[in-house]
Each structure stands twice: as structure tokens, then as C-alpha cells.
């Protein structure tokens, strides 16, 4: 009888040390998901970050005085005089 007890006593303690380390295993994989999660939600701040300033960028870029002065400094392109233009009827 005493065997018996003494051998339940160890499967009893080995089932503990082995939940124990399960537990610790599980604490462990939380913890590395949880610091990737951190990563990518600051990844994600920087992306938002990045897209505003290029939706800004992007506002200044498209203004009709913008493309005028550009059109006029780079290309050196001019308005006709009125007797230049001609207008289509459809």
C-alpha cells in the first residue's frame, strides 16, 4: 500500500513540475505576441504618419497656382495672346 501511495505521490508531483513548465512556456509565448503586437501597432503609427504627410504633400503638389508657376519656371511655357486661341465647336 505504501508503494502505492508513494508511486501516486510522484506521478502527482511530476503532473505539478510538468503544468508548472506549461504555464511558464505559455507566459512566455504571451509575452513574445504581445511585443509583436507593440511592434506592429507602431508600425502602423508610422505608416498613418507617413500617409499624411503624403496626402499633404500631395495637396500642394496638385494646386492649379502650383502647376502654373511650374509650367511657366521649368518649361517656360506661356498663355497665348487672345488672337492665338482658337475655340472648337462640337
Known amino acids: 500500500m505504501s508503494t502505492a501511495k508513494n508511486l ?6 511530476v503532473a505539478l513540475i510538468l503544468s508548472a513548465i506549461a504555464v511558464i512556456y505559455s507566459k512566455y509565448q504571451t509575452r ?7 511592434k506592429k501597432e507602431q508600425e502602423l503609427d508610422d505608416y498613418e504618419v507617413e500617409w499624411g504627410r503624403l ?7 496638385t494646386e492649379e ?3 502654373e508657376i511650374e509650367a ?3 518649361l517656360l511655357l506661356t498663355l497665348p495672346t487672345q ?6 465647336k462640337p
Do not use: H
Not at 501516486?8 to 508531483?13: K, N
Not at 513574445?32 to 507593440?38: N, S, Y
Not at 488672337?83 to 472648337?88: A, E, L, P, R, S
Open 32 to 38: 513574445l505576441i504581445f511585443m509583436e503586437i507593440q
Open 83 to 88: 488672337d492665338k486661341i482658337i475655340y472648337i
Open 55 to 61: 496626402q499633404l504633400e500631395l495637396t500642394t503638389l
Open 65 to 67: 497656382n502650383r502647376i
Open 8 to 13: 501516486l505521490l510522484i506521478m502527482l508531483v
Open 72 to 74: 511657366r519656371n521649368r
